[in-house]
């Protein structure tokens, strides 16, 4: 089993950054990759960014490409998620996401493809 805590949600005005941590406890040697995804009220839960834990590659959806990104600390087990230039329609819960499958990696975007899911953390962009 695998738990993923995730902190650093907060309010902030348009235009300000947050970064969101996500730190993985218990058998994470057989995560492959781990994601962020984020829901709106009212909206499906959208894939936001993924990092390959071996070879550090990412991947953005591409409304927060050149605004937010996706980096790791194996050391400490813990990805992160730099938000800058936020926009109010970021705003929505935040949950970090680790998968164990490498097979189905190119769709890193899909909800189904994780295995274990954090309890999410709140990100609020108003002025």
């Known amino acids: 089993q695998v738990q993923l805590v995730e902190s650093g949600g907060g309010s902030v005005q348009p235009g300000g950054s947050l970064r969101l941590s996500c730190a993985a406890f218990?058998?994470?040697?057989?995560?492959?990759?781990m994601g962020w995804f984020r829901q709106a009220p009212g909206k499906e839960r959208e894939g936001v960014a993924a990092?390959?834990?071996?070879?550090?590659?990412?991947e953005y959806t591409d409304s927060v490409k050149g605004r937010f990104t996706i980096s790791q600390d194996n050391a400490k087990n813990t990805v992160y998620l730099q938000m800058n230039s936020l926009k109010p329609e970021d705003t929505a819960m935040y949950y970090c996401?680790?998968?164990?499958?490498?097979?189905?990696?190119?769709?890193?975007?899909?909800?189904?493809?994780?295995?274990?899911w954090g309890q999410g953390t709140q990100v609020t962009v108003s002025s």
């Open positions: 996401a680790a998968a164990v499958d490498w097979r189905w990696a190119a769709f890193w975007y899909q909800v189904s493809r994780y295995n274990y």
């Open positions: 990092i390959w834990i071996g070879s550090g590659t990412t």
């Open positions: 218990g058998n994470s040697y057989n995560i492959e990759y």
